[in-house]
């Protein structure tokens, strides 16, 4: 029973449960006609703006290296023990949060 687990044969029943499932869906959907309404962005009946919404990607990824950053040292504080490396570990860790909070 414990062959259940491993992660190959797991994936692949999964696979086919999520096959199974899908098949299943698409035989109690409804079929419809195609039209460009469709097929086109929904905008609340509005005309999309030209410019674009967000400037770039730059802030997401700070934001992005900050928590993993964050959530990788606490990790590793986590899994140690109280010595003196890991406040140096803590202190390199404080220093870098620093660096991307002020840029």
């Known amino acids: ?23 299943l869906g698409k035989m109690l959907a ?3 006609e195609q039209s460009a309404a469709k097929s086109s962005t929904y905008a609340s009946g509005e005309a999309s703006p030209q410019r674009p919404a967000v400037p770039g990607y730059r802030p997401f990824f700070l934001i992005a290296l900050f ?6 040292g606490v990790l590793m504080l ?26």
């Open 1 to 23: 029973m414990e062959i259940l687990l491993a992660p190959p044969l797991a994936f692949v029943a999964y696979l086919g449960l999520v096959g199974l499932l899908s098949g």
């Open 30 to 32: 409804a079929s419809g």
């Open 78 to 103: 986590g899994s140690g023990d109280l010595s003196g490396t890991m406040g140096i570990y803590l202190v390199g860790l404080i220093l870098a949060l620093v660096a991307l909070i002020l840029g």
């Open 67 to 72: 928590f993993a950053i964050l959530h990788l």
